[in-house]
T-cell receptor, first 115, second 112 residues
Framework: DVKVTQSSRYLVKRTGEKVFLECVQD?????MFWYRQDPGLGLRLIYF???????EKGDIPEGYSVSREKKERFSLILESASTNQTSMYLC??????????????FGPGTRLTVL | AQSVSQHNHHVILSEAASLELGCNYS??????LFWYVQYPGQHLQLLLK??????LVKGIKGFEAEFIKSKFSFNLRKPSVQWSDTAEYFC??????????FGRGTSLIVHP
């Protein structure tokens, strides 16, 4: 079974702090994704990565950056946290280029509150 | 750009009622279609998927979905829901890339 783990389930930070969210997957997937999930808005893609050191902006990258130094690890960074970044953050991974088998496997999520 | 619409945002049913959740997408070419489910306190997981072949796809826990190409739809169905089906359901569409577009989700509450 694919396992995607996220470093924290709950996180409380103050405005202006630098925040790191870590994600690790154990199935050698090429693709990794960061989403934020907000009520009524579904999942919105922040960034994704299709290989080590490669990254692409998603739909809402402003205020975020990412890092992928190793294949299994994908980090989301909030350079200066703001209250409007309070949300549930989901990490996912998938195989690449498999067409219909691009099933995404999700982590448990990190609920971030910025005060 | 493709878009995915889930028309039912909140659905409340009694146990044993039948369920149908709508999902429509905007792209006219070849698509891969997914339904994901998020049970309370749990992570998102795949419910079922369609890529080719029989347009009626069966998934876990008695769910099924039908791909109707002419209607750009991939509706999720279950003939008799249970209290344990209470969850949020997301439709997703993948158009030739590995980056799916998600709908806004449908919150299903099943009363015992």
């Amino acid at each position: 079974d694919v396992k995607v783990t996220q470093s924290s389930r709950y996180l409380v930070k103050r405005t202006g702090e630098k925040v790191f969210l870590e994600c690790v997957q154990d199935m050698d997937h090429e693709n990794m994704f960061w989403y934020r999930q907000d009520p009524g808005l579904g999942l919105r893609l922040i960034y994704f990565s299709y290989d080590v050191k490669m990254k692409e902006k998603g739909d809402i990258p402003e205020g975020y950056s990412v890092s992928r130094e190793k294949k299994e690890r994908f980090s989301l960074i909030l350079e200066s946290a703001s209250t409007n970044q309070t949300s549930m953050y989901l990490c996912a991974s998938s195989l690449r280029g498999q067409g219909a088998t691009d099933t995404q496997y999700f982590g448990p999520g990190t609920r971030l509150t910025v005060l | 750009a493709q878009s995915v619409s889930q028309h039912n945002h909140h659905v409340i049913l009694s146990e044993a009622a039948s369920l149908e959740l709508g999902c429509n997408y905007s792209y006219g070419g070849t698509v891969n279609l997914f339904w994901y489910v998020q049970y309370p306190g749990q992570h998102l997981q795949l419910l079922l998927k369609y890529f080719s072949g029989d347009p009626l796809v069966k998934g876990i826990k008695g769910f099924e979905a039908e791909f109707i190409k002419s209607k750009f739809s991939f509706n999720l169905r279950k003939p008799s829901v249970q209290w344990s089906d209470t969850a949020e359901y997301f439709c997703a569409v993948n158009v030739g890339s590995y980056i799916p577009t998600f709908g806004r989700g449908t919150s299903l509450i099943v009363h015992p």
